[in-house]
């Protein structure tokens, strides 16, 4: 089994900066792509980003140059840089990881617990 944790969330202004971490534990490896989905009122749960081992990354076209993953192989941990923050970013947000090492599949084998982010004024 693998156990995620996120931490990171919480309240910010439009315009604001936010980073998410996510520490991974237990069978590690077992897993290769390492992301963040994110889940609004009301809305499907979305893409926002993954990186594989290789550093290779996805991003949601909503996100592209405003947000940026990255990963500490050593400490089994990912990170989501967000910034210029919208309202419309307002969501949980839900570490995954999974088995397949291509950074665009849609495979999710764990879940973390999801941390809220909150972007108003």
């Known amino acids: 089994q693998v156990q995620l944790v996120e931490s990171g969330g919480g309240l910010v202004q439009p315009g604001g900066s936010l980073r998410l971490s996510c520490a991974a534990s237990g069978s590690i490896f077992r897993i290769n792509v390492m992301g963040w989905y994110r889940q609004a009122p009301g809305k499907q749960r979305e893409l926002v980003a993954a990186i594989n081992s290789g550093g290779s990354t996805n991003y949601a076209d909503s996100v592209k140059g405003r947000f940026t993953i990255s990963r500490d192989n050593a400490k089994n941990t990912v990170y989501l840089q967000m910034n210029s923050l919208k309202p419309e970013d307002t969501a949980v947000y839900y570490c995954?990881?999974?088995?397949?090492?291509?950074?665009?599949?849609?495979?999710?084998?764990?879940w973390g617990q999801g941390t809220q982010v909150t972007v108003s004024s």
């Open positions: 995954y990881a999974a088995r397949s090492a291509i950074v665009s599949t849609t495979r999710v084998d764990y």
